[in-house]
């Protein structure tokens, strides 16, 4: 256990201040889309151009993808926000049976192919993890934009594997930011199940 600590105080040591940096604003966004400000964009669009180009560098290709889907997401979110902001939002409901065959499809289909493709065109050491870390969050953000329950518990099951494979690639300060982002989506799974109870 103390050689764990002894090497994660290392590799926080070493870690350089753009890793730094795109861990403080992805956290930014975080706390300041739980405080309802629209700042949080453009921490989120500074987080994600950081992390696209570390995660790159890093070899891990599918995770950069993702990043790059959350970009364009960002700078929608941005712009929605300031034009659109009175619209209604959609109610919190539960996944369908329709839905989870959908969400099951998005997660085994986007596994398959980005594992192809990891594998067999480019030179990931950890194909599987990655693929899996990517198909798994795009099935959770298919869920959170028709604002289902369940999106919580597969970020998170996105999330749980990231954790050790951010460790893994060296990239401390981002695992401990998906440790963070694991905590916050456990709380609001939470609100959110409260607020379906409250609604049915």
Known sequence: MTNWVTVFIDELKNTSLLEWLGAGFGAAEVLLAKANKVWLYPAGIISVGITIYLFQQSGLYAETVLNGYYLVMSIYGWWFWVHKRAAKPLPITRSG???????????????????????YFTNSVVPVMDAFVSATAWAGMWLLAKRKLENWIWLNISNAVAIPLLFYKQLPVYALLTLFLFIVAIAGFFDWRKMVIEND
């Open 97 to 119: 049976s329709r839905d989870k065959r959908i969400t099951m499809a998005i997660a085994a289909g986007g596994f398959v192919l980005l594992f192809f493709v990891l594998k």
